[in-house]
T-cell receptor, first 120, second 110 residues
Framework: GAGVSQSPRYKVAKRGQDVALRCDPI?????LFWYQQALGQGPEFLTY????????KSGLPSDRFFAERPEGSVSTLKIQRTQQEDSAVYLC??????????????????FGPGTRLTVT | ELKVEQNPLFLSMQEGKNYTIYCNYS?????LYWYRQDPGKSLESLFV?????AVKQEGRLMASLDTKARLSTLHITAAVHDLSATYFC??????????FGSGTRLQVQP
């Protein structure tokens, strides 16, 4: 079936511009996550939704970052007044709960291809 | 604050050799994930480890989890060039967000 999709794949913004990044999760996945990956680093958590509720936004680096998922499916990450330090790949992931052996729960996250944001 | 440390950060090995990547984490967790990332690509899930003593194998890769030691290992057996990629471990402490290590960049030389 279709995986997580993100658009645009590449975005170049001038410093100070606003950008909006879109994520389409796997159909039926309740949970959706945004991560930021700087060059040569591991992804860092930004925010998490369960359905339309934003349950954790502790990783958002500043109040210029805003995320929403109004109908519990597609999500948008918006960055206002972009700065050069915002240049990174923004990854979206979705997950649902599965039961492993002995009843342990897994919330394996499936990642999209990412949006590479370059702020000039 | 949870810290996840991988070592080595860079590994160059010859085809046919064996090696182990280590992932240490600083707080209690019983869910650990391994991902692979090729240059310019997204993350591909390799293993899900859900309990102490869990061991999973797929092809030339085997992952294990020791929750008491807060350690996971990814063992590579008889490496081939196709395994060249960056490997990340990621820990879920129950708040659902994953905390990733810095990654191990593996280069397998013919």
């Amino acid at each position: 079936g279709a995986g997580v999709s993100q658009s645009p794949r590449y975005k170049v913004a001038k410093r100070g511009q606003d950008v909006a990044l879109r994520c389409d999760p796997i159909s039926g996945h309740v949970s959706l996550f945004w991560y930021q990956q700087a060059l040569g680093q591991g992804p860092e958590f930004l925010t998490y939704f369960q359905n339309e509720a934003q349950l954790d936004k502790s990783g958002l680096p500043s109040d210029r970052f805003f995320a929403e998922r109004p109908e519990g499916s597609v999500s948008t990450l918006k960055i206002q007044r972009t700065q050069q330090e915002d240049s990174a790949v923004y990854l979206c992931a979705s997950s649902h709960r599965t039961r492993g052996l002995a009843g342990a729960s897994s919330y394996e996250q499936y990642f999209g291809p990412g949006t590479r944001l370059t702020v000039t | 604050e949870l810290k996840v440390e991988q070592n080595p950060l860079f590994l160059s090995m010859q085809e046919g050799k064996n090696y182990t990547i280590y992932c240490n984490y600083s707080t209690t967790s019983d869910r650990l994930y391994w991902y692979r990332q090729d240059p310019g690509k997204s993350l591909e899930s390799l293993f899900v480890l859900l309990s102490n003593g869990a061991v999973k194998q797929e092809g030339r890769l085997m992952a294990s989890l020791d929750t008491k030691a807060r350690l996971s290992t990814l063992h590579i057996t008889a490496a081939v060039h196709d395994l060249s990629a960056t490997y990340f471990c990621a820990v879920d402490t129950g708040r659902r967000a994953l905390t990733f290590g810095s990654g191990t960049r593996l280069q397998v030389q013919p």
